[in-house]
């Protein structure tokens, strides 16, 4: 690290989250609604309360920290030469990152990447406020640098101004590696929610054994590409993986018998020395990879018997 100091440790941060889940805006008139879960009450019934969406932050592993507001995860790796940041939700939840970053005792200057997942507004729409006060490379396959760069062309929501987009920095490609401190990125090219979605592969840390994770960058077929879909989920199904680590927090949900990112988090909060880490699910990554192989398949073949 240049200068950042975690200052937290994992026990005290686990009470933070205790004290949040049970507390913190999770009261009767502002929860999920019946039948949902509480990560999918972030897509669902409470996506437009921006106060519900500013979760407190929270340490995964010893190197991984949630940072971003409920609806699109945000992530903080942590090296021993710095920072990096995948993704950077949008507006009005920036200062809610860096407050987030902060509260680790990480100076934001020592964010030396922000990796974009994909080029939807949603996920790289504070990228360049946090550039500004970063001076982080911004990373993303070209395929959604010219989504990004087309973004900041168009009309905003509700036809306001065009949103401010990151100038093209560093053009991702197929397993490019990235090596920072004791940690090495491989980046893998995952089409389908997008043309150019990215998806990183690093390690994580529990009390210092290490775990492959994947920061899936995004899932399932977006306007049809099912031939793109169909070419990850196979991609996925090669891999090894023994954490998935999420870029929105519901997903999964339907799959992973442990929920969603806070659903998982509300484990960690109370797990006791020696017991498993429910971000370390295995299983869990092969079943959602099946069901999403199966998935993506059944709408190739239906796009091809439609003459698509």
């Not at 990228?127 to 905003?156: C, F, H, K, N």
Request: hydrophobic share 40%.
């Amino acid at each position: 690290m240049k200068n950042g100091k975690r200052l937290a440790s994992l026990a005290t941060l686990s009470l933070g989250m205790a004290v949040l889940f049970s507390a913190c805006g999770f009261a009767a008139d502002t929860g999920p609604a019946p039948g949902e879960t509480l990560s999918q009450s972030y897509r669902e019934s409470q996506r437009n309360n921006v106060e519900y969406q500013m979760v407190e932050p929270f340490q995964v592993f010893d190197n991984l920290y949630y940072v971003g507001p409920g609806f699109v995860s945000v992530w903080l790796l942590e090296t021993s030469d710095g920072l990096v940041l995948f993704d950077a939700a949008e507006e009005p939840y920036v200062e809610h990152i860096l407050s987030g970053i902060r509260s680790f005792g990480f100076d934001p200057a020592d964010i030396e990447y922000i990796v974009i997942s994909h080029g939807h507004l949603d996920h790289f729409g504070g990228v360049p406020y946090i550039q500004d006060v970063s001076g982080a490379r911004v990373a993303a396959m070209a395929e959604d640098w010219d989504l990004i760069e087309l973004a900041g062309t168009q009309p905003g929501r509700n036809d306001g101004p065009s949103p401010r987009v990151p100038e093209r920095d560093m053009v991702l490609t197929q397993n490019q590696t990235i090596v920072l401190g004791e940690n090495t990125l491989t980046i893998h090219h995952t089409p389908g929610h997008t043309p150019g979605t990215t998806s990183t592969e690093f390690y994580v840390f529990d009390d210092g054994a290490p775990h492959r994770a994947l920061l899936i960058g995004g899932s399932g077929a977006r306007n049809d590409e099912f031939e793109d879909a169909v070419y990850t989920s196979r991609l996925f199904a090669a891999m090894d993986i023994d954490v998935a680590v999420m870029n929105h927090s519901w997903l999964g949900v339907s799959t992973f018998p442990n929920g969603g990112i806070f659903e998982r988090a509300q484990t960690l909060s109370a797990r006791q020395p020696g017991a498993p880490h429910p971000f370390v699910d295995p299983a869990s990554w092969r079943e959602w990879v099946e069901a999403g192989r199966e998935r993506n398949a059944a709408g190739l073949e239906a796009k091809r018997a439609g003459g698509g």
